[in-house]
């Protein structure tokens, strides 16, 4: 790996860390909405609400732990880099 694309990289999870960090408190709203959700279908469907209980507890998870957040926004940028090549950044 080309010390350019580890650069762009980094670059990209700092401003993704930076862009969930500023909108935690939507994420921590959109996590506990999908949880009073996730609780509601479960009466009718245990395993469609185990389903959406998984991705409520991720971003409650996410809203309320920095790990969490620094995890999420390395994972991003490594997928958004998966594909690139070094000839994409030469202007």
């Given at each position: ?11 990209l ?5 930076h ?17 009073a ?12 609400g ?38 994409e950044?030469?202007?």
């Amino acid at each position: 790996m080309s010390n350019r694309r580890r650069l762009a990289r980094e670059r990209l999870e700092i401003y993704l860390a930076h862009l969930l960090l500023a909108y935690r408190w939507l994420i921590v709203i959109v996590g506990l909405l999908l949880a009073a959700y996730a609780i509601a279908v479960m009466i009718a469907s245990p395993l469609i609400g185990l389903a959406t209980a998984l991705p409520a507890v991720y971003l409650l998870l996410m809203g309320n732990s920095y790990n969490a957040v620094v995890y999420a926004a390395r994972f991003g940028a490594w997928i958004e880099t998966l594909w690139r090549s070094d000839n994409e950044h030469k202007g």
